[in-house]
């Protein structure tokens, strides 16, 4: 699944693809900010993702389409 991460005074947002499901990543986002803690994610290739939740903008998580060649319609 593809989360985008947007961050406060960052111009981009952050990419991750994550195999943890939408409710996961949803939760793990509401504990950062509630607590003033850390939103970590781990990617699919096991590289780890730290950002202070007080620092996240916004969250959108959607489905990727992974092997995807050629035109879609």
Do not use: C, H, N, W
């Amino acid at each position: 699944m593809e989360v985008k991460i947007g961050i406060q005074y960052a111009p981009r947002e952050l990419v991750v693809e994550t195999d943890e499901s939408a409710e996961t990543v949803e939760k793990l986002l509401a504990d950062a900010v509630g607590s003033d803690g850390v939103l970590a994610l781990t990617d699919t290739k096991g590289r780890r993702v730290i950002v202070p939740g007080s620092k996240v903008a916004y969250l959108e998580i959607g489905s990727s389409t992974i092997g995807a060649v050629g035109f879609r319609s």
